[in-house]
């Protein structure tokens, strides 16, 4: 019998407490996101960006015309990749969803965007460090455990001086509000875990917070975008 020495034996013995189909972060579930992207109608199969990262460009927070390079971490069919690539940045996204990154791949042509199949948990991420790191969806379905290999990632493909953006469920409006504990107890994250803001000051303490609320309306940005009212959103700042 193997007897647990390290961090990442014990990440991967956690990894087991959950069943593949209530994990929604490991190539186990590559099938349900192609699936999910086909769907007719679903939500994230729209071509628009997050509200709030027109928003935090149109309030002067995050400088594009600074930021040369992005990482947009579990980019799915790539809508924020394109909208960062048509700003002029040059951007990576990463998935584990094989055919949605190839469906990404045409919708973005003659954009300076590419796309890697790649697990950013288990996995290196190429190309980096970054100066933006975004990540609208894919944080809030992490199991608790993997908090940890997420922002040993994120210490990896962030800058000094760089930005960190993230979009995700917000507490009391989606997802689950149990106690870690009580997750890894269960053995299921369900449709996603629901943080708090302080809960996001907390988890990305080494970051300084820029903004952080609620994701703009429509009513509240110039262009058309993605939003919807049960999502926070953050921008954080790496110290140089
Ligand atoms: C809710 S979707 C959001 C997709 C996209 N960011 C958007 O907002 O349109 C979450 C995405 O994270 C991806 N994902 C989940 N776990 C991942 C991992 N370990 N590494 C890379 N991508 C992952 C999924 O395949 C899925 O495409």
Not at 77 to 92: E, I, P, Y
Not at 104 to 129: K, N, Q
Not at 170 to 175: D, I, K, L, S, V
Request: overall charge negative; aromatic content about 8%; proline content about 6%.
């Amino acid at each position: 019998m193997d007897r647990l020495t390290g961090v990442d034996a014990l990440l991967d013995l956690l990894d087991t407490l959950f069943d593949d189909r209530e994990d929604a972060t490991s190539r186990a579930a590559t099938e349900h996101w192609d699936t999910m992207y086909t769907r007719p109608g679903h939500p994230l199969a729209v071509d628009l960006p997050d509200a709030n990262l027109v928003a935090w460009r149109d309030a002067g927070l995050l400088p594009l015309d600074t930021i040369a390079t992005a990482l947009d971490v579990g980019c799915g069919l790539g809508r924020n990749s394109r909208w960062l690539a048509a700003q002029g940045v040059r951007t990576t996204g990463v998935d584990i969803a094989a055919t949605t990154l190839g469906r990404a791949r045409t919708l973005s042509a003659g954009l300076d965007v590419t796309f890697a199949d790649v697990d950013v948990l288990r996995e290196p991420v190429p190309g980096g460090p970054f100066d933006l790191v975004y990540d609208s969806g894919c944080f809030h379905h992490l199991a608790p455990h993997r908090r940890i290999s997420y922002l040993r990632t994120l210490r990896s493909a962030l800058r000094p001086g760089g930005w960190f953006g993230i979009c995700t469920f917000a507490a009391g409006r989606m997802g689950s509000t149990a106690d870690d504990a009580d997750l890894l107890r269960s053995g299921r994250v369900g449709e996603g875990v629901g943080y708090t803001e302080a809960e996001l000051v907390d988890v990305f303490s080494w970051l300084e917070p820029v903004a952080i609320g609620p994701i703009p309306p429509q009513a509240d940005v110039a262009e058309p975008v993605f939003t919807h009212d049960f999502l926070t959103v953050a921008l954080f700042r790496r110290p140089g």
